[in-house]
Every structure is written in C-alpha cells, then in structure tokens.
C-alpha cells in the first residue's frame, strides 16, 4: 500500500515543477482596455473574473467596461483594466487540473483523460497547467509544454488499468495544490477539479475515521479549504461524475445515484475482470445504495459549494461518454468571462476580508456571476 500522502509530492520520475507564467510589470498587454491617464499606486492589481447573463439565463457578450461599476467594501473603484473571452488571453492562466482516478470513478477516467487531452490542446498560449492526482501527487508542475501535459495524463490512464486507482483524497489535494503552487503574484488562478468529494465524511467526521480509511485528510475541517481558496483567489471549476441532484426530488435523486454509481463499479470492475458481474441480493444492495447516496449527497454539495464560493461553474458529467462535451463546456465558461482590474483604494494588506461587488450601471438586469471577496495578506500580494 501507497504511503499516506503528507503534502503535495512531486511523483518519481515525472515532471519537476516549472514556474507558471505571469503578468509582467509595466505596460499592459494589447487588446485590453485601460485609462491612459490613471496614476498608477504601489500596489497590486486586483483583478475580479465574472460571468453576465440575462434573466432567462443566456450569456451576454461584448460589453464595454462603460456599462460595469466595481465597488470593494461599498467604495466605487477605478476600473484600470478590462477585458472579455480572447482579448483576455495575454493575460496567462495558471490552471491546475485535478482528477480523482479512485476506484468509485473507474468507469469514468479513460474517457475523462481523452477529453482533459482536447482541453489541452485548446489551451492559450500564454496559459500554463499542473496536473494533480487525488493521491496528493503532482503529476506535472506547470508548463505549457502540452505534449507533457498529455503524457502525465497518460500517467494516470496507464494507473487506472492496472487497478493502481487513487486514494479519494481529492479536498487534501485541492488544499495542497492551491496553498502550494499558486504563488502570491497569481493574476488568473484556476482549477477544474474532476470528482466526486468522497472525502467529505473524513472532514465532518473528524481524523478517527482514519483507522477505516487508511489515510487520514492533510485538513480537519472543511472550512480550512474554504479559507485557503478566499486567499489564493483562485476560481474553481468542478466536473462531478454523475447524476444532477436536481434532476429528480431528492430522494429518489440520491438513490439513483447511489445504485449507478455502485453498479457502475461492479461493471467497471467485470470488464477488467473479463467476466459477468457478481449477483447479489436486492436487500444487500439496497443497504448499500441508502449508505452510497447519503455520503454521495454529501460530497457532491461540498464540490458544488467550493464552486459556487469561488465563482466558478458545476458541471455534471452524466455518463462517461459525455466527458468530451463536458471539458469543452468548461473550456467554454473560462473563455467566455469579463475580467476587470482595479488598484484598491484601501492597499493595506491586513488579512481583512473585502467585498467585491460587479454592478450593471445603467440597471439592465444582468445577473453577474464571480467571485464576491478577496483576501489581501501581510505576507502575500493581492490577488
């Protein structure tokens, strides 16, 4: 058995870590509005991704930065910068790519990695990516060589057919992988995060349960994640294997996903096996389902509430066959947002909390989605 992971460890004879690529000081890139007559103060741009929709939920595209008012605590301020879909794209991403390959996501990884490949192809130039396992492994630290990134992904393919599947420590991952490659310069953190937050129980449930799980999480509490995110900045996008909750009342909801999810494994686990999957009593199963559901429920809320707190997206991926369109979704919502910038009015960096509000000025009814608040630290730059 694998060592219990103690933070993020570089996988041997993988990738070595390469720094992601930033925002250079000076004069900003072409194709991005800014005021020439602003007097620029030391310190640093804070820069807020958001989505706008009408009320019937389409996109709305091509605004000018005329239309948008940015407040920080309830203070208007001066919007330096801004940007929408490629116009943005001199202004580099730093993506990390985090994919649960445990046994309870079998059915879904070979097609996952097919389609995390296409997402890699399309990738900007400027944009760099890691790869992160749910093992707490950095598969490939941040390059934009895409030949790499699609061989480290081969990496965890090559794994998951030979039954070597992940430890389900996905929320430990994330936690590890923002704190630890996200630098305090970051100007576009991002990660898409693939799984299923089977984790969860370890963090409601506290470090005891380690004693059935075999390894304990690297956090205690959820929370802990939560306050790690609001200081990186970075936005997540999370892809959940599976039925939506919503598609069915609750109950009914959580039962289906709980038998799929176990037949899919028995089935998963017959095809490697190359034989009929086991029988077994209805009432076994039935237990089985109620105990699968309730944790599945539980996981799947915390992925979308992580989500949803960043301002990112949630995007299920019904079945396997479905990845392909999935990647290209999530491709599509980080290609498709505004990116405003702004010098705050209030620089000082004392761990407080501020707000960040996006408005429409002329009242259209836009409903704009991103990222609420930031966290400015002593020790670190704004984000």
């Avoid at 992971?5 to 000076?26: S, V, W």
């Avoid at 991002?190 to 999480?217: H, K, M, N, W, Y």
Wanted: hydrophobic residues 35%; contains cysteine.
């Amino acid at each position: 058995m694998r060592g219990c992971p103690k933070g993020l460890e570089l996988g041997t004879g993988h990738l070595a870590q390469i720094t992601p690529q930033r925002m250079p000081a000076g004069p900003r890139p072409s194709g991005i509005e800014s005021d020439p007559t602003a007097i620029r103060v030391e310190t640093d741009l804070v820069i807020a991704e958001f989505e706008v929709h009408d009320k019937k939920g389409r996109r709305i595209v091509g605004l000018p930065s005329a239309d948008f008012r940015v407040e920080e605590d309830g203070i208007e301020q001066r919007i330096e910068m801004f940007a929408y879909g490629r116009s943005s794209a001199s202004i580099g991403r730093s993506i990390i790519l985090i994919i649960d390959y445990s046994q309870s996501q079998s059915s879904y990884i070979e097609t996952s990695i097919a389609a995390a490949k296409v997402l890699v192809e399309l990738l900007e130039p400027n944009d760099s990516m890691a790869i992160v396992s749910d093992d707490v492994e950095l598969i490939a630290g941040f390059t934009n060589d895409k030949d790499k990134l699609k061989a480290s992904l081969d990496v965890l393919g090559a794994r998951a057919r030979d039954r070597k599947f992940g430890m389900s420590r996905q929320f430990s991952a994330l936690y590890a992988a923002v704190e630890q490659l996200f630098s305090t310069n970051e100007k576009r953190p991002v990660v898409i995060l693939q799984t299923d937050g089977d984790e969860f129980p370890l963090l409601t449930l506290g470090r005891s349960l380690a004693q059935f799980s075999g390894c304990p999480s690297l956090i205690d509490r959820f929370e802990d994640l939560e306050t790690v995110l609001e200081e990186s900045g970075a936005t997540v996008h999370a892809i959940i294997p599976g039925l939506p909750v919503e598609t069915v009342q609750r109950e009914t909801a959580t039962r289906e996903m709980g038998r799929l999810d176990l037949e899919s494994i028995i089935r998963e686990e017959a095809r490697i096996r190359k034989k009929a999957p086991a029988e077994r009593k209805s009432s076994l199963l039935d237990r089985q389902v109620r105990h699968w559901a309730n944790n599945r429920l539980q996981g799947v809320r915390a992925v979308e509430r992580i989500s949803r707190l960043s301002g990112g997206t949630t995007q299920y991926l019904g079945s396997p066959e479905l990845a392909g369109e999935v990647y290209r979704r999530i491709l599509d919502e980080m290609n498709q947002r505004y990116l405003i910038g702004y010098y705050p009015i209030d620089a000082l960096r004392d761990g407080r909390k501020r707000k960040i509000r996006i408005s429409a000025k002329h009242g259209q009814g836009y409903i704009i989605k991103g990222r609420t608040s930031y966290t400015p630290t002593t020790k670190a730059a704004i984000r």
